[in-house]
Nanobody, 123 residues
Framework: QLQLVESGGGLVQPGGSLRLSCGAS????????IGWFRQAPGKEREGVSC????????KYADSVKGRFTISRDNAKNTVYLQMNSLKPEDQAVYYC????????????????WGKGTLVTVSS
């Protein structure tokens, strides 16, 4: 079964940047659309961004448009989420997830999940 692993979370000041990575050990991510989701304490999980298997198409939640960029390097079997101009409201556990098919920001549509990486935005 596909197992995803996120990395790159940490503590950053408001206005700062982080880059999250999503990889898979022993499996290729090439066939999968990959999404990034986040969940803050007491809130529902929300879709942040997704990218098609080829990388030709992306989607973003309105709350992160213009600040976050999703990309993938299939040769490195890795999907990235570059997060700039971070705000305290971006603080959450970030998860990557995979599905075969189109790129969607619906957590119920994803088939495989990582365990998440914590992003803390605080001064």
């Amino acid at each position: 079964q596909l197992q995803l692993v996120e990395s790159g979370g940490g503590l950053v000041q408001p206005g700062g940047s982080l880059r999250l990575s999503c990889g898979a050990s022993g499996f290729t991510l090439v066939p999968y659309a990959i999404g990034w989701f986040r969940q803050a304490p007491g809130k529902e999980r929300e879709g942040v961004s997704c990218i098609t298997s080829s990388g030709s198409s992306t989607k973003y939640a309105d709350s992160v448009k213009g600040r976050f960029t999703i990309s993938r390097d299939n040769a490195k079997n890795t999907v990235y989420l570059q997060m700039n101009s971070l705000k305290p409201e971006d603080q959450a556990v970030y998860y990557c997830a995979a599905r075969v098919g189109v790129c969607v920001l619906s957590s119920s549509s994803m088939n495989y999940w990582g365990k998440g990486t914590l992003v803390t935005v605080s001064s």
